[in-house]
């Protein structure tokens, strides 16, 4: 069979040197040498040959490494260097790795770590329909006609969009569990203030079938073989392209049998269209 390679951008992200779009641009500038020749974009990178950036030679990360972080307030989830307090200085994880989507600021809880922008990008595509849940706790109680309202969809005019329905439910006078299927800059956010209710304190415990569980907060543990296995069965049919309209995307049935919890909520079809940007609270 023939070696087609792999193209020389997504060689260089997986060798740690940069991001693929960085890549395309060391590339252009004329840092990027394959053997004796100097690359450009589109070439591929086949067995045996040698990659050299700067003058240095590099070489691919064959180890896939991939992270549940229980993620504290206050950390942002970002591989920029210029923001003092990333994620990834915070980690200290001794290869280069780098968020799954984003946790705000002022939330805390589970976000995924990784060295395979595959993983990223099919996890983070919003019309994959991959389920995050989140506990909140707001600042009144949490009443019935709150429920409905957050699981029938919120108009959120700030963004042009509205939320698609998702499962909700009590957890207690003022706390409840929410599962989303998207991601849009601080959507629950906005969506209580929405209902007049302040969110106090915001949770992620789950991304798809991998749970934050006991893990504590600041710590990290690797994601076990038997839970990768199932992730990448939940992706095996996802996309990794970029963000279409949610009408292009047929309705799937849940692939796994409940949250972290225990809770088995029920997913509705909704045919809203909303600009989303991935996993973000």
Partial sequence: MEDTGIRINKYLSEAGVCSRREADRQIEAGNVRIDEKTAVAGDRVRAGQKVF??????????????????????????????????????????????????????????????NQGEIVNKIMRSGNLHEKEYIVTLDREVTPAFLRGMANGVPLEELHATTRKCPVRKLGRNQFQIILTQGMNRQIRRMCEYFGCHVKKLKRVRIMNICLGSLETGKYRSVTEEEKRELYRLISDSSSGPVVS???????????????????????????????TGISQ
């Fill in 246 to 276: 949610e009408r292009a995307v047929p309705e799937r049935k849940r692939k796994h049998k409940n949250g972290c919890g225990g809770w088995n909520g029920s997913r509705k079809k909704n045919r809203t269209v909303e600009r989303d």
């Fill in 53 to 114: 950036y700067r003058g240095k030679r590099v070489s691919r990360e064959e180890e896939v490494i991939l992270l549940a972080v229980n993620k504290p307030v206050g950390i942002v989830c970002t591989a920029e260097k210029r923001e003092k307090n990333n994620i990834v200085d915070f980690i200290n994880y001794p290869k280069r790795i780098y968020p799954v989507g984003r946790l705000d600021k002022d939330s805390e809880g589970l976000i995924l770590m990784t």
